[in-house]
């Protein structure tokens, strides 16, 4: 693995609430990344990350904001969360632009009530 | 970005080869093609990536054809532990600051 932490990795929060989750890698991939998953719908791409300050949204970014101060790091914020975000959320890393190989955290189960 | 189209599901008797395809009809000439497993609870884990013609590695081979618009995964004699979803991912060369957007991945069983 890319040494890739989250956390938390369970949540259980309610409406209104903010969530902030932590994607932490110790390989020093450049790119980064942040998926949610559902039944149904696969992995699908939330913000993604091409260097430090560098962000970009990804398919379901509504509702979520990122930050990215420093290599290791990649936040993922839910402002106020809602129960449509209940989900499970996969941090992602690649450690350069010629591979395509992604490293994959254990994911974060978030629950919404 | 090139747009993935696989099987949703597949079943396989154990000892048999699988082969799963995906569609990728408007691949660009920098991308290539990367495959994942996935198991329940956990984080998908590469497989294997290739750009044209065969690719192999201990756990699989990778056959893309000369338009490079379809490639497919090849697992020889899956077990049980096969059981698993499969995603393929097209990835833009070159460029890292591209989304990395996964189809919705091949659901397979593996029967004794």
């Known amino acids: 693995d890319a040494g890739i932490t989250q956390s938390p990795r369970h949540k259980v929060t309610e409406t209104g609430t903010p969530v902030t989750l932590r994607c932490h890698q110790t390989?020093?991939?450049?790119?980064m990344y942040w998926y949610r998953q559902d039944p149904g719908h696969g992995l699908r791409l939330i913000h993604y990350?091409?260097?430090?300050?560098?962000?970009d949204k990804g398919e379901v970014s509504d509702g979520y904001s990122v930050s990215r101060s420093k290599t290791e790091d990649f936040l993922l914020t839910l402002e106020s969360a809602t129960s449509s975000q209940t989900s499970v959320y996969f941090c992602?890393?690649?450690?350069?632009?010629?591979?395509?190989?992604?490293?994959f955290g254990e994911g974060s189960r978030l629950t919404v009530l | 970005l090139a747009k993935t189209t696989q099987p949703i599901s597949m079943d396989s008797y154990e000892g048999q080869e699988v082969n799963i395809t995906c569609s990728h009809n408007?691949?660009?000439?920098?991308?290539?093609i990367t495959w994942y497993q996935q198991f329940p609870s956990q984080g998908p884990r590469f497989i294997i990536q290739?750009?044209?013609t065969k690719v192999t590695n201990e756990v699989a081979s990778l056959f893309i054809p000369a338009d490079r618009k379809s490639s497919t995964l090849s697992l020889p004699r899956v077990s049980l532990s096969d059981t698993a979803v499969y995603y393929c991912?097209?990835?833009?060369?070159?460029?890292?600051?591209?989304?990395?957007?996964f189809g919705k991945g091949t659901r397979l069983s593996v029967i004794a």
């Open positions: 992602a890393t690649r450690l350069a632009e010629n591979t395509g190989e992604l490293f």
């Open positions: 390989e020093n991939h450049r790119y």
């Open positions: 990350s091409y260097g430090v300050k560098d962000t």
């Open positions: 408007n691949i660009a000439t920098n991308d290539y």
């Open positions: 290739g750009y044209k």
């Open positions: 991912l097209v990835v833009r060369g070159n460029s890292g600051n591209t989304p990395l957007v």
